[in-house]
T-cell receptor, first 112, second 114 residues
Framework: GEQVEQLPSILRVQEGSSASINCTYE??????FPWYKQEPGENPKLIID?????ERKQTQGLIVLLDKKAKRFSLHITDTQPGDSAMYFC???????????FGIGTRVLVRP | DTTVKQNPRYKLARVGKPVNLICSQT?????MYWYQKKPNQAPKLLLF???????READTFEKFQSSRPNNSFCSLYIGSAGLEYSAMYLC?????????????FGPGTRLTVL
């Protein structure tokens, strides 16, 4: 199986600053790490993901880092905006995304 | 249309009574999933269908049933609801034939068992 720990549970940041969420996993066979964002009243949506053959991926103000030795991956939101306020879930999969084990979620609150 | 729909959005059930939740998608996805989400807990995979093959997680094997009458619909069935079943139930779908395929989530059904 797999266990994913996600920290922090709540993250308050000032608009324009960066926000970082960290996740650790247990199964060294995990090879896929997606991040989902859930805005209030909305469905969870995939925002970025990284595969085990990569250490870093960046898209539209989001950076994900993967450290396979430490079994740790992280999401970094640069230049946070009010629209970044949401719940963020990390997940890990050892079956190329077909079975996801989620973290508990991080509530990000961006203060204007 | 990348919408996954769930009905009902809210469900109130009595202890000991059955509960049936419905999910649908029109993306022709071959895989459909059901997750359970309780407050301050991670979403937990209960089961998933790959085409017509049902895979249930070991620790929820006896608590939940499911059916998939066609590619678009999938149900989650609780034969006798207990208080511990109160949770948000999220349905998702993906194209399993594609590795690393995105899972598309529905809005969830909030089940309250009294």
């Amino acid at each position: 199986g797999e266990q994913v720990e996600q920290l922090p549970s709540i993250l308050r940041v000032q608009e324009g600053s960066s926000a970082s969420i960290n996740c650790t996993y247990e199964n060294s066979a995990s090879n896929y790490f997606p991040w989902y964002k859930q805005e209030p009243g909305e469905n969870p949506k995939l925002i970025i993901d990284i595969r085990s053959n990569m250490e870093r991926k960046q898209t539209q103000g989001l950076i994900v880092l993967l450290d396979k030795k430490a079994k740790r991956f992280s999401l970094h939101i640069t230049d946070t905006q009010p629209g970044d306020s949401a719940m963020y879930f990390c997940a890990a999969s050892h079956s190329a995304g077909n079975k996801l084990t989620f973290g508990i979620g991080t509530r990000v609150l961006v203060r204007p | 249309d990348t919408t996954v729909k769930q009905n009902p959005r809210y469900k109130l059930a009595r202890v000991g009574k059955p509960v049936n939740l419905i999910c649908s998608q029109t993306m022709n996805h071959d895989t459909m999933y059901w997750y359970q989400k309780k407050p301050n807990q991670a979403p937990k995979l209960l089961l998933f269908y790959y085409d017509k093959i049902l895979n249930r997680e070991a620790d929820t094997f006896e608590k939940f049933q499911s059916s998939r009458p066609n590619n678009s619909f999938c149900s989650l069935y609780i034969g006798s609801a207990g208080l511990e079943y109160s949770a948000m139930y999220l349905c998702a779908s993906s194209r399993r034939g594609v590795n690393y395929a995105e899972q598309f989530f529905g809005p969830g059904t909030r089940l309250t068992v009294l």
